[in-house]
Structure formats: C-alpha cells, structure tokens
C-alpha cells in the first residue's frame, strides 16, 4: 500500500446581509455578522472540534506514525478567533504534537490566482505570516483556493518560497489519466507538484454526504481495503483531501466521519507498508515526472475549470468589477477598505451565483442571500456599488 497523504481543509464564509438598492450610500455594513456568528458556533460546535480532538487524541497514540495536513482559510482562522477562541486552542495544540503540516494558501480562500498575480501574491503572504504565527512554524507546503493551478502559478508559489503545491490529478491536467502522486512542472523548477487523487477524494466526500451512496458512511475498514485494492504496490503516494466544511451542512446526528477519523489510523497501519505522511514528506528530492496546464483546472467540479465560480455573466460581471477596484483601494491609505474589499472576494459569494448544480446542489446554501443565482448577484453587486461610491477619489 502506498503512504497516505490526508489533508483535511476547512473554509467558512461570512453571510453577507440582504443588501437592497435603498441600502446604497445608507449602510457600510456589508455583514450579517448574527448569522455569521450562529454559523461558525455551529461549525465549531457540531464538527470542528469533536473531528479535531479526534484528530488530536490519535496523533498523540500513534506518536509519529500517524500524520495529517490541514489548509485553513485565514478569514474562517479569524472567525474562530472572534467567536470560538477554543478552536484556535486545538489547532495549536495540533501542531505542538509535531505531526500536522498546515499549508499555507490565499488568506481569502479566493480566486485572485486568477486575476490579479499581485493580489495573489500579497493574500499568500498575509496568510503564511498568520499560520506562522499561530503555530510557529512557516509553511513550506501550498494549496490554492479549489486547488486551482496552472504553469505559472507554479513559478510564482516557487518564488514565493515554497517547496510543494497541491493540485488536481486525475484527468485535469491535458492528456493524462487517474494522475496521482508526487510530480514537477515541466519548466526546469525545485517545486514538487503533489497531485490529488480526485476520484478517492470525490468519492469520499459522496459517501459522507449522500445518503444514496453504497458504503454510506464509509468506514475506516471499507476505506483501508479501497486503498489496498486500487494501490496494491508498494511506494508511491496517496494524496487525497478532504473537506470538512462539506459536513457543516449534515444532521448532528450524523457520526459517521467522527467514527472514520477515530478508526482510521489503526485500520491504515493494519496493512503491510501502510504509513501517513505529510505534503512536504511526500516531496522527497527524489525525481518526478513533469505535469503541465496552460489553462486553469481545479479539482472540485467536474468540468475541471474555473465555471463554477465564472461561467455566467453574472459571475463574470461581478468578479471583474471588483478586480477593477485594486488600484483605488490600494492606493488608499485606509486600511479598513483594503480588508472590506479583501472580504469580498471570497469564492463562495460568486458560487451562489452559479446556474448549474453541480455547485450545490439541492437547496439554497445556507449562506446565500436571497433564494437564487440572480439574488445572490444582485445583493453582492448592490454591497460592491456602495462600496465603490466609498473609496475616495
């Protein structure tokens, strides 16, 4: 059996408020923060914490052998801070056992890797100064909003200083197949690419989250024998992800993932050569083969693009007026502009927008203001107008 490589992510946004036209020049409070706040106590109380201590008690039985990584968006770090300060209590005390990696990424889970390089640059930044500071040591792993990737964002996370960064595998990247492991881009680059295994990853979240999948809730056992049977060879890496927001919006009663992290690290080490590692073990100086995209992929949708999140005109339209703002905000000596505007980008406010279903489907999500795409646009480009309207000049 190859080693596991398990990230575990979590991301929450803020619930923007129901933003009328009436509201323009009359309210600069974009924020719900009673919803935002109910959310997260949520969040913290029915998922984050019990799958956490989980996590905790397991790293410190199994004392090395057991090891996993977590990427946690810097805005949900500061929403914990704000409202659950218990829960930045456990992430540092998961990273005093010495086992958990904790990936640095866009402190606004959002998609500025695909607009502005400058701002992509500065969110990393911000975020890697916040995760060292929290846990004490830099990151030297990266993982991008969606894992979405291409060649040149390589260059740049490498020239910001890290050493691996998470992407898609499978079939995302043009004219492979089921790509999992450890890779490197084409152009001559230290970086190592940590490609995901996108089926296990897609698949486990399905059976979590679906009552109407086989093996629902998946166990640590079913998952362990997967494992073996689809990687029966000795070496090479597994990596998967797994994310833990997808369980926020589960029944309380559901204990089915808080039983597969509690089982997990025995079944795992049960077989023959069955080991945990972390992204930045995974990367070992050994040589790896090239990877290459010229186009943007992502790992979380199944058209493999960014059209989740851009592929309407309302999607558009409002990701490109607000990019369009950079230069004023930033050229602003107010720095409460630059976090609002910071604030706006995050992903999910333009996944409400999408008009397909395989962004969310079934119901609204919880976070959505209004019932639909065409609400959620309007209300978020009714907040950007005012917004604009603010910054001097």
């Known amino acids: 059996m190859p080693s596991l490589c398990l990230t575990l992510t979590l991301h929450h946004p803020a619930h923007l408020k129901h933003y009328s036209f009436f509201d323009i020049g009359n309210s600069a409070t974009y924020e719900d923060e009673s919803k935002t706040a109910e959310a997260v106590n949520q969040f913290a109380s029915e998922c984050v914490l019990p799958a956490t201590r989980i996590v905790l008690k397991q790293l410190r039985e199994y004392d090395g052998d057991f090891r996993i990584a977590l990427s946690i968006s810097g805005c949900l770090i500061d929403q914990f801070e704000r409202y659950r300060p218990e829960v930045i209590d456990t992430f540092k005390a998961l990273s005093d056992t010495g086992h958990v990696e904790f990936l640095a990424a866009p402190y606004y889970h959002s998609l500025a890797s695909a607009f502005s390089i400058q701002e992509f640059r500065e969110q990393t930044l911000l975020h890697h100064t916040r995760i060292q500071a929290l846990t004490g040591t830099a990151p030297t792993a990266f993982r991008n909003t ?205 996944l409400y927008m999408n008009t397909h279903n395989e962004a969310f489907p079934g119901p609204a999500h919880p976070a959505m203001p209004g019932d639909s795409p065409y609400d959620a646009y309007i209300n978020y480009m009714n907040i950007l107008t005012d917004f604009s309207e603010r910054i001097p000049g």
Not at 164 to 177: H, Y
Not at 232 to 241: D, E, H, K, M, Y
Not at 292 to 309: A, Q, V
């Open 146 to 350: 969606a894992l979405i990737y291409r060649d040149d964002l390589a260059c740049e996370v490498e020239a910001l200083g890290y050493q691996v960064m998470l992407t898609p595998g499978g079939d995302r990247f043009p004219g492979k197949r089921n790509v999992c492991g450890v890779y490197r881009p084409t152009q001559g680059s230290l970086l190592k690419l940590l490609a995901n295994h996108d089926r296990l990853s897609d698949d486990m979240a399905r059976r979590f989250t679906h009552s109407d999948s086989p093996e629902t809730p998946p166990t640590s056992t079913g998952f362990a024998r997967w494992l073996h049977q689809v990687h029966p060879a000795r070496g090479g890496v597994i990596p998967l992800s797994l994310d833990l927001g997808a369980f926020a919006r589960l029944s309380p009663d559901d204990t089915g993932l808080f039983l597969f992290l509690n089982q997990l690290p025995e079944t795992v080490l049960l077989h023959q050569e069955g080991t945990f590692i972390t992204p930045s073990q995974a990367a070992s100086p050994r040589p790896a083969p090239p990877l290459s995209s010229k186009e943007f992929i992502t790992g979380e949708n199944p058209g493999h693009d960014l059209s989740p999140w851009m592929g309407n005109e309302m999607q558009q339209d409002a990701l490109n007026a607000l990019y369009l703002l950079e230069s004023r905000v930033k050229g602003c000596p107010d720095q409460t502009l630059l976090k609002t505007w910071r604030l706006l980008q995050v992903s999910d406010y333009f």
